[in-house]
């Protein structure tokens, strides 16, 4: 297993909703803002948290 930092999911499309989540990486301005002080397990951790968003966005629902 290595020990690489992550690489930052910013796709330069930086646009807060209402949550404060940014539309184009799904992290929270919190977590955008701590992305650069942060080691690489928090990054990971922001990561996940974000993918977590991103599935919840798309999701598609019948009912």
Do not use: H, N
């Not at 646009?15 to 539309?23: A, F, G, K, P």
């Not at 955008?32 to 397990?41: G, H, K, P």
């Amino acid at each position: 297993m290595t020990d690489a930092e992550p690489q930052s999911p910013c796709i330069s499309v930086c646009l807060l909703d209402e949550q404060d989540i940014c539309v184009g990486c799904y992290r929270s301005a919190d977590e955008i803002t701590d992305w650069f002080m942060t080691d690489a397990q928090g990054k990971c951790e922001i990561l996940q948290r974000a993918r977590e968003r991103l599935k919840a966005s798309t999701d598609i629902r019948l009912s």
